[in-house]
């Protein structure tokens, strides 16, 4: 199981929201034992990224529906 504090190196370079993630998804796919631990850091890392950008999205158009029309 991974930890905030240990984790696998590819992760090192995800923020830390993202990285939270990762170790979140990355925990569940380990607890589903279908994956060696370099398919699930590549799965985790992936699906982490995803989130990530779909988050960012949604919060530009929450952002973009609440400034009044000029």
Not at 28 to 41: A, K, R, S, Y
Not at 54 to 69: K, L, T, V, Y
Request: aromatic share 6%; glycine share 2%; hydrophobic share 45%.
């Amino acid at each position: 199981m991974w930890t905030p504090s240990h984790f696998p190196a590819a992760m090192r370079s995800l923020n830390h929201s993202t990285r939270a993630k990762a170790i979140e998804i990355a925990n569940q796919l380990l607890e589903q034992g279908q994956l060696d631990q370099q398919h699930i850091v590549a799965v985790s890392v992936d699906e982490a990224r995803r989130w990530a950008r779909c988050s960012r999205m949604e919060a530009e158009a929450m952002m973009n529906q609440a400034r009044p029309f000029a």
